[in-house]
Nanobody
């Protein structure tokens, strides 16, 4: 399995932007589909976005389409979540995840990072 470490979270005002990063260990990173989930206080973890191993296919939750962009750089073993037009309801712990394919990631993934807090003030 691949090990994942998130970074880039923080406190930001509504309307602002953040870029989350997830660094992966392991020489097989480029063979994994990867994605992002989030968990708000008192709520269940929810899927946010996913990208295929080669970056050619993406999948987004309806609630973030048009504001969030997932990307990856296989040469750097890193993938990203660009978040624009942040809203207070985006406040959550964001987790990166990896799986064998896009469907596996969307369904709940097999490897997880430890999470990074994103807080959006109104």
């Amino acid at each position: 399995q691949v090990q994942l470490v998130e970074s880039g979270g923080g406190l930001v005002q509504a309307g602002g932007s953040l870029r989350l990063s997830c660094a992966a260990s392991g020489r097989t990173f480029s063979t994994y589909a990867v994605g992002w989930f989030r968990q708000a206080p008192g709520k269940e973890r929810e899927f946010v976005a996913a990208i295929s191993w080669g970056g050619g296919r993406t999948n987004y939750a309806d609630s973030v389409k048009g504001r969030f962009t997932i990307s990856r750089d296989n040469a750097k073993n890193t993938f990203y979540l660009q978040i624009n037009s942040l809203k207070p309801e985006d406040t959550a712990v964001y987790y990166c995840a990896a799986g064998a394919n896009l469907a596996t990631v969307v369904a709940g993934a097999s490897s997880w990072g430890q999470g990074t807090q994103v807080t959006v003030s109104s």
